[in-house]
């Protein structure tokens, strides 16, 4: 028999719960059968410099090692209770936060926390064949990392499936494992998460964009009123920061190189530019329209009437909802929303609980502005007159008020033709992928040594230097 409570770290006293380990018992090898399949490709023997969560506390949460992945230690945890905690927003607000599911709200929860759940295993999946064409060792550690932190997350989400929703919650949480990402019959629930991974500057942009979704969607979580749900949450939050730094730095690094060729051979037309095998910066743009604009459908639809039933009953708040001043209840309130009427776009006023999904969205669209303005600050540094820039909200929406619209990336209404005939001005077509991943035909794992196409970080990890052997491949 597996000791559960010395297999998994945690801090929900999982050692006194028989009915937890025993579903436990239950759920862990199909979880590694899962990994097996559909993990990293060829990775089971390697050993990876992993960061580890053995506990909540500072020292306690970023313990480096060698660690073969299968035998990767996902624990279980919540950040620590707070016993004066509130329900904080809705009609419930002012009353203690809930310890247990209330039956009302039992099939909301289960929704929100399955929905979030199966991201964690999809983005893994999308991401299996990336390390077979990894630029360097440091980027190859760093997928790896990603990828085994998302796995913690899923155990976090069916670790709150079983312990507090019964047999519906084990039977989701084996539905976590069967889903497959893109697969025809048994997809995952959200869009963005069907889309291919097929290279690096689609993981970085994915790590940059979608994983910020998950940031802001978890920070909406962590307001919860169902205080466990806050509190794996919030600690899951702490690990988010590093995939977003993966993102936003991997771009970072293929800027600043394609920069330095550019400069250093005085090219800038994209052909001369791919000539020299760096990625040219509008196809850069053509991959940023794409993540972002199947990213802000992960929002949901503009005005929504399930978003204003998860504030109302206290399972959803907004974005640092207890900072926000005002009544928390929202009864009054509106919101601007945007949609189409005729050839224009326009705003409207809506009722502010239905534009909760909206709200969320411009939060998290005024945050990856900030990125994209730094990624801006690497081309302007080296004196070369491009930017990059954020499509308008409405290109190439599938949810909410532009699903079905034809809206260009400067934000002008057209026709689905006048549009179909652009679509490869605006995003990556079937050739910019070739030659992107004509770049990737093969892994760099010499130490210190990087990819032509991407400069090298600025410093290693946990402050090992560059050369450093972050992979060992036995
Ligand atoms: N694709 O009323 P609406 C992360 C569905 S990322 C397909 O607007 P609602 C991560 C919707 O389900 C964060 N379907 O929806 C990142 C609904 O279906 P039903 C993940 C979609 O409920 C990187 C219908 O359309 N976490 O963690 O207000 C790596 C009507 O929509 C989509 C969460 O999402 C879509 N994009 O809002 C790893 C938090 N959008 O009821 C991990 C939990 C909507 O008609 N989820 N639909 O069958 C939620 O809070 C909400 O479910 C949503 C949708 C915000 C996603």
Not at 330 to 336: F, M, N, R
Not at 409 to 419: F, M, R, S, T
């Amino acid at each position: 028999m597996i000791d559960y409570t010395e297999k998994i770290p945690n801090n929900v006293d999982l050692g006194r719960d028989r009915v937890l380990q025993r579903a436990l018992e239950h759920w862990q090898p199909a979880y590694l059968n899962w990994w097996y399949d559909m993990g990293p490709t060829d990775s089971h023997a390697f050993e990876v410099y992993l960061r580890t969560a053995t506990s909540v506390e500072p020292s306690g949460w970023a313990q480096f090692g060698y660690v073969r992945m299968p035998e990767y230690r996902w624990g279980i945890f919540l950040q620590p209770r707070d016993g004066e905690r509130q329900v904080n927003f809705g009609t419930h607000k002012g009353i203690p936060s809930w310890q247990d599911v209330p039956g009302e709200y039992r099939s909301i929860l289960r929704r929100v926390i399955v929905t979030q759940g199966d991201t964690e295993p999809a983005s893994v999946e999308q991401q299996k064949l990336l390390g077979l064409c990894c630029p360097s060792l440091y980027d190859l550690r760093n997928i790896f990392q990603v990828n085994v932190e998302e796995g913690r997350h899923l155990w976090a989400m069916v670790y709150l499936l079983h312990r507090y929703f019964g047999r519906d919650g084990r039977e989701e949480a084996e539905a976590l494992l069967e889903r497959r990402s893109g697969d025809a019959d048994n997809p995952r629930i959200l869009g963005a998460f069907n889309e291919p991974t097929p290279d690096w500057l689609s993981f970085y942009m994915f790590t940059f964009f979608t994983d910020r979704d998950g940031k802001f969607q978890l920070s909406a979580l962590a307001e919860s009123g169902f205080d466990p749900l806050a509190r794996t949450c919030r600690f899951m939050l702490t690990e988010e920061a590093h995939h977003m730094f993966v993102g936003e730095t991997g771009v970072t690094r293929i800027l600043k190189r394609t920069c330095d060729v550019m400069k250093e051979h005085k090219v800038d037309d994209p052909a001369s530019v791919r000539a020299l095998g760096v990625i040219d910066l509008p196809t850069i743009q053509r991959y940023l329209n794409f993540h972002f604009s199947v990213t802000i459908d992960l929002f949901g639809s503009d005005s929504s009437s399930n978003a204003a039933g998860y504030f109302t009953s206290g399972v959803k708040g907004r974005y640092e909802e207890t900072k926000i001043e005002d009544d928390h209840v929202l009864s009054d309130a509106t919101y601007p929303v945007l949609e189409v009427e005729g050839s224009r776009i326009v705003s409207r006023d809506v009722p502010a609980l239905t534009a909760l999904n909206e709200r969320l969205r411009d939060d998290y669209i005024h945050e990856i502005q900030a990125g994209v303005d730094r990624w801006n600050k690497v081309i302007e540094t080296a004196g070369i007159p491009f930017r990059l820039r954020l499509p308008h909200k409405g290109f190439h929406r599938a949810i909410g008020n532009f699903a079905g619209h034809f809206i260009s990336p400067e934000g002008e209404v057209l026709n689905k033709d006048a549009w179909e005939n652009h679509r490869d001005d605006w995003m990556a077509s079937a050739s910019d992928h070739a030659f992107v991943e004509s770049l990737m035909s093969g892994r760099v794992i010499e130490p210190g040594k990087f990819a032509n196409w991407i400069a090298p970080p600025i410093r290693g990890i946990n402050g090992q230097p560059l050369n450093f052997e972050y992979v060992r491949f036995n």
